[in-house]
C-alpha cells in the first residue's frame, strides 16, 4: 500500500476520501492520520482514532484489535448503514 493510500483510510478502515468533510472545499479535513492540517472537532476528539488498544496494534487498524470487533466499531457500522 503506498504512503498516500495509508494516509487516507482510517484506522476503523473507511477511506477518508468518502467523508463529505475530506469533500469539500471550505475548511477541507486532511483525514484521520494526517498529522497536520485542518480536522473537525469530531475527528479529533474520535473514540476510535484515539482508542488506547489501537496504539497497541502493529498496522495501526482497528482489525488487528483482540477486542475486534468493539462496541465502537459496531455503532459505527450501524450509524452508516442507517444513514448512508
Do not use: W
Amino acid at each position: 500500500m503506498s504512503g498516500h493510500t495509508a494516509s487516507v483510510i482510517s484506522p476503523c478502515g473507511i477511506n477518508c476520501t468518502t467523508c463529505y468533510a475530506f469533500q469539500r472545499s471550505k475548511n477541507r479535513c486532511s483525514g484521520c492520520r494526517n498529522q497536520s492540517g485542518y480536522k473537525p472537532n469530531y475527528c479529533v476528539v474520535c473514540k476510535i482514532v484515539n482508542c488506547e488498544r489501537l496504539a497497541m496494534t502493529l498496522s495501526g487498524f482497528c482489525h488487528e484489535c483482540d477486542q475486534f470487533p468493539c462496541a465502537r466499531l459496531k455503532q459505527l457500522d450501524k450509524r452508516y448503514r442507517n444513514k448512508y
